[in-house]
C-alpha cells in the first residue's frame, strides 16, 4: 500500500496563477483533510472532506477550493494564488476522529 | 487558534538520554495524539490517548494525560539518534459538526546526539 500520496512535491507559482495540488489514499478512508504548516504556527485546518462528494471548511479555508469527487482523491486548488498562501501542505486521511495517515507534503512558493 | 502547546520549544540530549516534552490545552478533549514529523516528512502519528485514560504506553514512548490540569506528556526513554524529529500533540476535541477536529500545537524540536 502506498498510504496517502501528495503531487506535486514541489511548486513555484507567481501572484494570481492557479494550481490544484492533489491527494490520493488507497487506506479507504472516509475521511481526508488538507492542512497546512507555516513555521511556528503548526499545522492548520484549510478544508476537509467526510466522505465522497462531502466538503467542509476547516480553520483558514480562504483563499482554497476543494473537491473529493472520488473516496479516494482528494483536490485542494489555488484559483489566484497569493505570497500568504506559501506554504508546506500536507493532505491526510483517517476512518474517523482518531489516527491521521498524513502524506508527504507539498512546498508551494509563490512569488 | 492553536489548542495545544508544547513545552520546551527545543530540546537537545545525549543518547541513551530520556527526553520529556509537555503539551498544555485550554478546553475539554475526547483525545489526545502525539506525532512525529522528521524533517522535510510527513507526520506519523504516534500515539493516542483517551480523555478517560491517565497513562499509555508503545515501546519507548509512554505519554500521560492529566485533565484536570488540561496537560499531557511524551516520554522518550533511551532516545536514539533517529528519535531527532518535531513532536507535536494535536488535540480532538469531538465531533463539531460533521467531523471531530483536530488542532495541532506548535511542536518540540528534539535533537539526539552521539
Known amino acids: 500500500n502506498a498510504g496517502v500520496t501528495q503531487t506535486p512535491k514541489f511548486r513555484v507559482l507567481k501572484t494570481g496563477q492557479s494550481m490544484t495540488l492533489l491527494c490520493a489514499q488507497d487506506?479507504?478512508?472516509?475521511?481526508m483533510y488538507w492542512y497546512r504548516q507555516d513555521p511556528g504556527m503548526g499545522l492548520r485546518l484549510i478544508h476537509y472532506?467526510?466522505?465522497?462528494?462531502?466538503?467542509a471548511k476547516g480553520e483558514v479555508p480562504d483563499g482554497y477550493n476543494v473537491s473529493r469527487l472520488k473516496k479516494q482523491n482528494f483536490l485542494l486548488g489555488l484559483e489566484s494564488a497569493a505570497p500568504s498562501q506559501t506554504s508546506v501542505y500536507f493532505c491526510?486521511?483517517?476512518?474517523?476522529?482518531?489516527?491521521?495517515?498524513f502524506g508527504p507534503g507539498t512546498r508551494l512558493t509563490v512569488l | 487558534s492553536q489548542q495545544g502547546e508544547e513545552d520546551p520549544q527545543a530540546l537537545s540530549i545525549q543518547e541513551g538520554e530520556n527526553a520529556t516534552m509537555n503539551c498544555s490545552y485550554k478546553?475539554?478533549?475526547?483525545?489526545l495524539q502525539w506525532y512525529r514529523q522528521n524533517s522535510g516528512r510527513g507526520l506519523v502519528h504516534l500515539i493516542l490517548?483517551?480523555?478517560?485514560?491517565r497513562e499509555k504506553h508503545s515501546g519507548r514512548l509512554r505519554v500521560t494525560l492529566d485533565t484536570s490540569k488540561k496537560s499531557s506528556s511524551l516520554l522518550i526513554t533511551a532516545s536514539r539518534a533517529a528519535d531527532t524529529a518535531s513532536y507535536f500533540c494535536?488535540?480532538?476535541?469531538?465531533?463539531?459538526?460533521?467531523?471531530?477536529?483536530?488542532?495541532f500545537g506548535t511542536g518540540t524540536r528534539l535533537q539526539v546526539t552521539l
Open positions: 491526510a486521511s483517517s476512518y474517523g476522529p482518531g489516527e491521521r495517515f
Open positions: 487506506m479507504n478512508h472516509e475521511y
Open positions: 472532506s467526510v466522505g465522497e462528494g462531502t466538503t
Open positions: 478546553t475539554s478533549i475526547n483525545n
Open positions: 490517548i483517551r480523555s478517560n485514560e
Open positions: 494535536a488535540t480532538d476535541g469531538g465531533y463539531t459538526g460533521t467531523a471531530s477536529k483536530l488542532t
